[in-house]
């Protein structure tokens, strides 16, 4: 973590690589020995990183909403942070948001997986990639680059669905920085719990998170620095977030902090309680690939909260939902919501709405179909078949919000087709039975702010009519 120049001459973090292709490097052939421990979150991190973006890539950039990543979901994250002004300094501070007297470089490699319903785990490996630290005075700097901690989370929603709800998090990060003054020598991991929460209203989502971290300090390093290793600490964090589709961006202000649960003497003009804020974006450039950029500011001096903060990054997403598989039928005449019966099983209703996932659609194409669309559609074929015969079947395509309006109705209109066509040519439907309809980008049921809700909201609905009289 911190080092102190003519203090402690022989404290080092992990490696000493200074750059961004290297600590990558680094990282990935650490992945092996990551899985140690359970943790993550924002200023729960290693001291002197107060910023550390979640592994799941959803909602927000440091704070955790209640979502977690679907099953077969996978999400690897790049971030690179910028802080000016961040080490603390034990005589002639004069650090301001106009002076800056150093700055330090660092990198989160981060991946995130849904294994089960309600249930993700990820991990991270930061990165101290350089410094720019003055050559005198006293105060805290790194010795050497590389590694800094480890951290691997745990998530589970207990409650809610994709639009709110309310989620635990267990998180473990173990420190990899020798003689670091504010854990303490031989200090232990720490261990972290959180309440995430969120709600979403329109375009406009919002998240809370609230916490405790134990810690597990070490002995005080009273010959090496005048710390004291810092005692358990009460975490809170919230982010307001808006979508604009027509930009395909994410607008995300967040605000974060922690208190320690006894005072502590710093010894230095830092506090050892901490706060600050960022504003940023989050752009989709494709279906698979959003990427952030933004900045930030300490709202009080605390340990490691810089004057400036300036973040970007990169997530790349893949995999299908597992719950994609399921079909669902969400509509029928009397307006009852079945999501977990067989759509295709019961007896027939005048009207009925089936909507399936897994007929799905490479990105950006209406003729290459993906998934398992040959039983799903040999199952609707048959259903549409049982007595009395569906007298009218409408095909709606739907589509992620990733290209523009126009595009999109034209595109699911052709997937719409597409579908139609492959019941007739391969079922022998009767053709003037079925209508296809394109809707676009218009009716969303998830998030398409994020992977695995573009994904979802590329889908196919079918309105199926029947005459009961027959």
């Known amino acids: 973590m911190l080092t102190w120049r003519r203090i402690i001459k022989k404290n080092r973090v992990f490696g000493s690589k200074k750059n961004v292709i290297a600590a990558t490097a ?30 799941s890539g959803l909602d927000f950039v440091t704070v955790e909403s209640s979502q977690v990543l679907d099953p077969g979901i996978v999400n690897f994250g790049l971030f690179l942070n910028d802080q000016a002004n961040s080490l603390p300094y034990f ?43 003055p050559g005198t005075g006293y105060h805290g700097e790194y010795n050497a680059l590389g590694n800094t901690e480890i951290r691997v989370n745990a998530k589970y929603q207990f409650y809610g669905d994709r639009d709110y709800g309310l989620a635990m998090q267990l998180l473990e990060n173990i420190n990899r920085i020798n003689n670091n003054p504010y854990a303490g ?35 005080t390093i009273a010959d090496q620095a005048p710390i004291t290793p810092l005692p358990n600490q009460y975490l809170a964090s919230g982010a307001l977030s808006y979508f604009f589709t027509s930009l395909k961006t994410k607008l995300i202000w967040e605000v974060f902090g922690s208190v320690p649960v006894r005072p502590v003497d710093t010894f230095s003009s830092r506090q050892a309680s901490s706060a600050e804020t960022t504003l940023g974006g989050k752009h989709d450039f494709t279906t698979h690939l959003s990427g952030h950029l933004g900045i930030g500011s300490q709202l009080m001096k605390g340990i490691s909260s810089p004057y400036w903060r300036v973040y970007t990054g ?62 799903t559609l040999s199952r609707m074929a048959a259903y549409l078949n049982t007595k009395p015969v569906f007298t009218k079947l409408i095909i709606e395509g739907h589509t992620d919000s990733i290209g523009s309006d126009s595009y999109n109705t034209a595109l699911s209109k052709r997937r719409a087709e597409t579908i139609r066509k492959w019941l007739i040519d ?32 590329r889908r196919v609905a079918f309105t199926i009519y029947r005459d009961m009289a027959k």
């Open 91 to 133: 005589a002639d501070d004069q650090q301001s948001h106009t002076r800056f007297t150093d700055a330090i470089l660092s990198a989160d490699i981060n991946m995130g997986i849904g294994l089960l319903p309600g249930f993700e785990m990820g991990l991270s490996a930061p990165q101290a990639l350089s410094q720019n630290s």
């Open 185 to 219: 020598s031989n200090a232990g991991p720490t261990t972290n719990l959180q309440l995430a929460g969120n709600t979403t209203i329109g375009r406009l989502k919002l998240g809370l998170n609230l916490g405790y971290r134990w810690r597990q300090p070490g002995q």
């Open 26 to 55: 680094i990282s990935a052939m650490s992945l092996p020995i990551l899985f140690t421990g359970v943790s993550y979150g924002n200023v729960i991190g290693a001291d002197t990183q107060n910023f550390n973006p979640t592994t």
């Open 426 to 457: 391969k079922y022998h439907l009767q053709a003037d039975k079925i209508i296809a309809i394109g809707r676009g980008e218009s009716m969303p049921i998830a998030d398409n702010g994020n992977y695995q809700g573009r994904q979802l909201n």
């Open 314 to 375: 990169l997530n790349y997403s893949l995999g299908q939902p597992a719950n994609a598989q399921i079909p669902q039928k969400i509509e029928t005449i009397s307006q009852t919501t079945l999501p977990k019966t067989n759509p295709f099983s019961g007896p027939p209703k005048p009207r009925e709405k089936i909507v399936i996932h897994d007929v799905l659609f490479e990105y950006d194409s209406a003729s290459l179909v993906v998934g398992g669309p040959d039983n």
